[in-house]
């Protein structure tokens, strides 16, 4: 097992619950749709990075770390969860976040923003476009020039170490499936920096068991974001797995349901949120699950997926940015009328 060989604190509530979502897959008249629940691994309303900050936090501590920083956009779930684990940790985090997203006067003290600070992280925003890795570079040499010894977790954890969480998170899958006698023909999910695809590529792979992943990109274009996670898969594995190898040919993103960027609302997104919400009582967000369910969604309708399959959705968090988004959903009294009846919602 990787967590014998890599320091693991084990923080995260799993397994995370895989649930069929009964009433979607019937109004979408598709295959069956489960949800893997990384919305609920437990830590400042769940998410898929507590899986990744168990393996990069337990090597902070074994690099004696009295600081973390790391970076983000403004409402990122990756640093909210940071934030998190750092107060429970005892550990000052300084949050690097870039000014992008949507241009909401909520945006910076709403949603994850308010509760990294309730979690008494540093955050510092800085302007759209500011090389942030060059930043926390420059960031942990000012600690380190006063005494600090500051430890540096990249954008979303996607790094060799927090892949780590999700090789083992497509492990959990395989055995939750198998007790289940579920047979899974292909996992969807939304993809940002890659960390998260790559090591469920890399947990199938060392099982040998290549359901097809695809990764429905919230930001970056599909060749860019491909040539990312295979790189995370090839050098997690070299750390890790040397034994098992990730087919290039395993890796698919689709990015036809960005819309105008990172972070920035569109309809198909505004659309699969409230379905989810009201036909499962169960809640997407804006920037990634609620673009990742649009892909689905509009794969289904134009028959990409036979209504004999068994699709698993991979509910990676995030409702925490709901609430920096109120616009983003069009819910004023008169909009929820007519956006139910166009939805033909249940
Ligand atoms: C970070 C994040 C992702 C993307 O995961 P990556 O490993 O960065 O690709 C997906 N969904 C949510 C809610 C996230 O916060």
């Not at 969860?81 to 870039?98: M, N, R």
């Given at each position: 097992?990787?967590?014998?060989?890599?320091?693991?604190?084990?923080?995260?509530?799993?397994?995370?619950?895989?649930?069929?979502?009964?009433?979607l897959?019937?109004?979408?008249?598709g295959?069956?749709?489960?949800?893997?629940?990384?919305?609920?691994?437990?830590?400042?309303t769940?998410?898929?990075?507590?899986?990744?900050?168990?393996?990069?936090?337990?090597?902070?501590?074994?690099a004696?770390?009295d600081?973390?920083?790391?970076t983000?956009?403004?409402?990122s779930?990756?640093?909210?969860?940071t934030?998190?684990?750092?107060?429970?940790?005892?550990?000052?985090?300084?949050?690097?976040?870039e000014?992008?997203?949507?241009?909401d006067?909520?945006?910076?003290?709403?949603?994850?923003?308010?509760?990294d600070?309730?979690?008494?992280?540093?955050?510092?925003?800085?302007?759209?476009?500011t090389d942030?890795?060059?930043?926390?570079?420059?960031?942990?040499?000012?600690?380190r020039?006063?005494?600090?010894?500051?430890?540096?977790?990249?954008?979303g954890?996607?790094?060799?170490?927090?892949?780590?969480?999700?090789?083992?998170?497509?492990?959990?899958?395989?055995?939750?499936a198998a007790?289940?006698?579920?047979?899974i023909?292909?996992?969807?999910?939304?993809?940002?920096?890659?960390?998260?695809?790559?090591?469920?590529?890399?947990?199938?792979?060392?099982?040998k068991?290549?359901?097809?992943?695809?990764g429905?990109?919230?930001?970056k274009?599909?060749?860019?974001?491909?040539?990312?996670?295979?790189a995370?898969?090839?050098?997690t594995?070299?750390?890790?797995?040397?034994?098992?190898?990730?087919?290039?040919?395993?890796?698919?993103?689709?990015?036809?349901?960005?819309?105008?960027?990172y972070?920035?609302p569109?309809?198909?997104m505004?659309?699969?949120?409230?379905?989810?919400?009201?036909?499962e009582?169960?809640?997407?967000?804006?920037v990634?699950?609620?673009?990742?369910?649009?892909?689905?969604?509009?794969?289904?309708?134009?028959g990409?997926?036979?209504?004999?399959?068994?699709i698993?959705?991979?509910h990676t968090?995030?409702?925490?940015?709901?609430?920096a988004?109120?616009?983003?959903?069009?819910?004023?009294?008169?909009?929820?009328?007519?956006?139910?009846a166009?939805l033909?919602?249940?």
């Amino acid at each position: 097992m990787i967590s014998d060989r890599f320091p693991r604190l084990r923080v995260a509530h799993l397994p995370t619950p895989l649930e069929p979502l009964d009433r979607l897959s019937a109004l979408l008249g598709g295959p069956r749709i489960w949800i893997k629940r990384d919305d609920c691994t437990g830590l400042a309303t769940g998410g898929n990075k507590v899986r990744k900050l168990e393996f990069l936090l337990a090597d902070a501590l074994r690099a004696k770390a009295d600081v973390v920083i790391t970076t983000g956009a403004v409402q990122s779930n990756h640093v909210r969860q940071t934030a998190a684990f750092c107060a429970k940790l005892g550990l000052e985090l300084v949050a690097l976040l870039e000014d992008r997203g949507a241009n909401d006067p909520t945006f910076k003290r709403s949603g994850n923003l308010f509760l990294d600070r309730l979690f008494a992280a540093q955050t510092r925003i800085v302007p759209a476009g500011t090389d942030m890795r060059a930043l926390s570079t420059t960031t942990a040499e000012e600690l380190r020039a006063a005494g600090r010894r500051p430890y540096v977790i990249p954008t979303g954890g996607s790094n060799s170490i927090g892949a780590l969480g999700y090789v083992e998170a497509a492990a959990e899958l395989l055995d939750q499936a198998a007790a289940m006698n579920l047979t899974i023909d292909e996992i969807v999910h939304p993809t940002g920096s890659g960390g998260t695809q790559a090591g469920l590529l890399l947990g199938l792979a060392a099982r040998k068991h290549l359901v097809p992943v695809l990764g429905v990109s919230v930001g970056k274009p599909r060749q860019e974001l491909e040539a990312i996670v295979l790189a995370i898969a090839q050098e997690t594995a070299a750390n890790a797995l040397p034994e098992v190898t990730v087919d290039p040919q395993t890796v698919h993103v689709d990015s036809d349901y960005v819309g105008d960027g990172y972070g920035l609302p569109t309809e198909a997104m505004a659309e699969a949120v409230k379905l989810v919400a009201r036909c499962e009582g169960l809640l997407l967000d804006p920037v990634y699950t609620g673009k990742a369910m649009a892909g689905l969604i509009a794969r289904i309708r134009a028959g990409r997926h036979a209504a004999s399959r068994n699709i698993v959705f991979w509910h990676t968090g995030g409702s925490a940015g709901l609430f920096a988004y109120p616009a983003a959903l069009g819910l004023t009294a008169e909009a929820e009328e007519t956006g139910t009846a166009a939805l033909g919602a249940p």
